[in-house]
């Protein structure tokens, strides 16, 4: 079975700028959730999607935006990029709500100049 | 709100047994978690322990939870140098499939 597969895997992008992430969860996973990484703040959640609808968000501004399909495949966009904004970005992939198990995918480096 | 809080850094020698501890606030977590990273790595699932539970064995991996003082522990038995890593604890303390963090212990497995 693949595992979590994220697209980008680097990224660079200068202030004032929008990216879109690209998650493709674990076959037959519904569930997707994102997360920031940083030096400074460690890893952080950003949102989680369940069936197309968002059920989780954590304390981010609302640059940052997601969505997910009907195939599952999510996608994470930040507007207005700040140079805080540079982080690894990462999915993780779980078969349900509550699921005892979730599988990260390798990130989306993101660096804004 | 929840935090989760982990010490920074951990060095053993090859072949002896690494304690990595975690402290967390929620008591109303639900399940446990212990993930690895390598550099320019994602999150490997290691291991997790629900809440009602008190020990869990999985190979080289022994997880102890005392939910009374709300500390979880990680033992590495044989520690390889393969094992050198980041370890993060995390909780998931409600319906969805948040986690919390703890801040990750730096592990170096000394030859």
């Known amino acids: 079975k693949a595992g979590v597969t994220q697209t980008p895997r680097y990224l660079i992008k200068t202030r004032g700028q929008q990216v879109t992430l690209s998650c493709s969860p674990i076959?037959?996973?519904?569930?997707v959730s994102w997360y920031q990484q940083t030096p400074g703040q460690g890893l952080q959640f950003l949102f989680e999607y369940f069936s197309e609808t968002q059920r989780n968000k954590g304390n981010f501004p609302g640059r940052f935006s997601g969505r997910q399909f009907s195939n599952s495949r999510s996608e994470m966009n930040v507007s207005t990029l700040e140079l805080g904004d540079s982080a690894l970005y990462l999915c993780?992939?779980?078969?349900?709500?509550?699921?005892?198990?979730?599988?990260f995918g390798p990130g989306t480096r993101l660096t804004v100049l | 709100g929840e935090d989760v809080e982990q010490s920074l850094f951990l060095s053993v020698r090859e072949g002896d047994s690494s304690v990595i501890n975690c402290t967390y606030t929620d008591s109303s977590s639900t399940y446990l978690y212990w993930y690895k990273q390598e550099p320019g790595a994602g999150l490997q699932l290691l291991t997790y322990?629900?809440?009602?539970?008190d020990m869990k064995q999985d190979q080289r991996l022994t997880v102890l939870l005392n939910k009374k003082d709300k500390h979880l522990s990680l033992r590495i038995a044989d520690t390889q140098t393969g094992d050198s890593a980041i370890y993060f604890c995390a909780e998931n303390n409600n319906a969805g499939n948040m986690l919390t963090f703890g801040g990750g212990t730096r592990l170096m497995v000394k030859p």
């Open positions: 322990i629900f809440s009602n539970m």
């Open positions: 993780a992939s779980s078969s349900s709500m509550g699921s005892n198990e979730q599988f």
């Open positions: 076959s037959g996973h519904r569930s």
